[in-house]
């Protein structure tokens, strides 16, 4: 179970996260790059949000092997 709730934990926080890039982007985007700092975090924040997902797709594949490993054990 402790599986299941790390990997909604972070589906959550990848939730929370996603928004945060676009925004700078389109702020970026809109505006002068006013320094090195601002691209800086908006790269930060979509490297936080691939290694979230990443993290997320590790966890479910271990729990879809768990839920496999059970199910052929009922067999």
Not at 1 to 23: E, G, I, Q, S, Y
């Amino acid at each position: 179970m402790a599986l299941v709730n790390a990997w909604w934990a972070l589906l959550v926080a990848a939730t929370l996260v996603k928004p945060v890039p676009w925004r700078l982007a389109s702020q970026l985007a809109t505006e002068q790059l006013e320094t090195e700092r601002d691209a800086l975090a908006n790269a930060d924040m979509s490297t936080l949000l691939t290694a979230l997902y990443l993290a997320a797709g590790i966890l479910i594949v271990l729990i879809i092997r768990r839920i496999t490993a059970w199910q052929n054990q009922a067999a």
